[in-house]
Structures are given as structure tokens and as C-alpha cells.
């Protein structure tokens, strides 16, 4: 099954400074990888989502990019504030119906000022 | 904005007790999830489940675990014997459509088996 890797844990950043999150993923038939966002006891919320026929999206501070050959996709916030501060998961969904997600690790960022 | 909601949001129970946790997607979609999350530890896939039916459902859900959808618009997880390990926040997801489509995750359930 799928198998989905995440980097860094932790990471910590100052106000105004831009944090990247990676991930990578196993099964090349995978086509869709969203980005969820969970801050202390809440529900994840998608923050950002990239289909597999699709390099890059930015959506204003927010940008993903995927690298199909590599099977890898990161996360890229710029200038961030404290309130970016929150647990970022990277997720990948395969074909099929009623495709799972598969998550990853999990990156807690902390936003310093 | 319409979202999934779930009850109840705290469930304690003794170790070897049923426990039913309820979800009621968003009312459009057709596809519905249930995830679990172990405190501090990724979100897992535990059932997917379309046209009245499970599609895929993994290793963590063994035969303690079914799920229903009695009616229009609940969607229900059922742990028949509940085991320390299930102690974790479960959340209900719905999804409009597959493959390209959003998971909009409830609130979840915290579950505490003692």
C-alpha cells in the first residue's frame, strides 16, 4: 500500500521567514496530494491540494509543488505569521473508489516573532 | 458553509464496552471516512464506505470495528468490545466525489477507554 514520508517533525521559523515542508510518496499511482493543516484539538483543514497533472499551485502565501518522477511534494509558506503556527500534514490519494487518504508524519511549525 | 459534524465529542468508556460515535456528513456528498488519530501521532485510515457499503478498510479494522448508515444522513462507527488501544480522536470525513475531491473531516470524537 501506499507509504507516505514527512520532513522535518518540527520546525521552527521567525515571523516573516519561510518554512518548507517535504514529503514523499510510494505508489505511483497516486494522483492527488492535499495539505492539512491542525491546530491543537481541532479537525484538519485543507490548506492546499495539487493533482498529479499539475507541477506547482500557489494560492497567496501557500505553494505546492510535485515532482512526479521523484514522487516527492513539498509545502512552502512565505512570510509567515504566528498564526501559520500548527501541525501540517501531507496526504496522498490513489484511484479508485472511495480513495483513501494516506498521511504523513506530520510537521509541527512553530512561528516565532 | 455546510460541514460534517460528529457526536459525541468526549466518549469515555470502560475497557471490553460498546461505543457507538456518530457523524452526519455534509448532505451532498457520497463518500464518507472514518480516520482515527493516536494523541500526537498521524491521522489512519480506518473504513471508506459508498452506496451503503464499506469500499476499503484497513488492518486496524478488524471484526470489533462496522460501520452503518441507518438512515439519510447518519453515519455511524461501532467498536463492540473496546480495548485500551482505542483510546485516540476519531474523525468522520465526507468527500462530494473520488479521486480529485475534498475530505471535509468533523470535529471528532475523543475517546478514552480506561
Known amino acids: 500500500g501506499e507509504n507516505v514520508e514527512q520532513h522535518p517533525s518540527t520546525l521552527s521559523v521567525q515571523e516573516g521567514d519561510s518554512a518548507v515542508i517535504k514529503c514523499t510518496y510510494s505508489d505511483s499511482a497516486s494522483n492527488y496530494f492535499p495539505w492539512y493543516k491542525q491546530e491543537l484539538g481541532k479537525r484538519p483543514q485543507l490548506i492546499i491540494d495539487i493533482r498529479s497533472n499539475v507541477g506547482e499551485k500557489k494560492d497567496q502565501r501557500i505553494a505546492v509543488t510535485l515532482n512526479k518522477t521523484a514522487k516527492h511534494f513539498s509545502l512552502h509558506i512565505t512570510e509567515t505569521q504566528p498564526e501559520d503556527s500548527a501541525v501540517y500534514f501531507c496526504a496522498a490519494r490513489g484511484t479508485g473508489t472511495a480513495s483513501k487518504l494516506t498521511f504523513g508524519t506530520g510537521t509541527r511549525l512553530q512561528v516565532t516573532l | 458553509e455546510p460541514e460534517v459534524t460528529q457526536t459525541p465529542s468526549h466518549q469515555v468508556t470502560q475497557m471490553g464496552q460498546e461505543v457507538i460515535l456518530r457523524c452526519v456528513p455534509i448532505s451532498n456528498h457520497l463518500y464518507f471516512y472514518w480516520y482515527r488519530q493516536i494523541l500526537g501521532q498521524k491521522v489512519e485510515f480506518l473504513v471508506s464506505f459508498y452506496n451503503n457499503e464499506i469500499s476499503e478498510k484497513s488492518e486496524i479494522f478488524d471484526d470489533q470495528f462496522s460501520v452503518e448508515r441507518p438512515d439519510g444522513s447518519n453515519f455511524t462507527l461501532k467498536i463492540r468490545s473496546t480495548k485500551l488501544e482505542d483510546s485516540a480522536m476519531y474523525f468522520c470525513?465526507?468527500?462530494?466525489?473520488?479521486?480529485?475531491?475534498?475530505?471535509?473531516f468533523g470535529p471528532g470524537t475523543r475517546l478514552t477507554v480506561l
Open positions: 470525513a465526507s468527500s462530494q466525489g473520488q479521486s480529485y475531491n475534498e475530505q471535509f
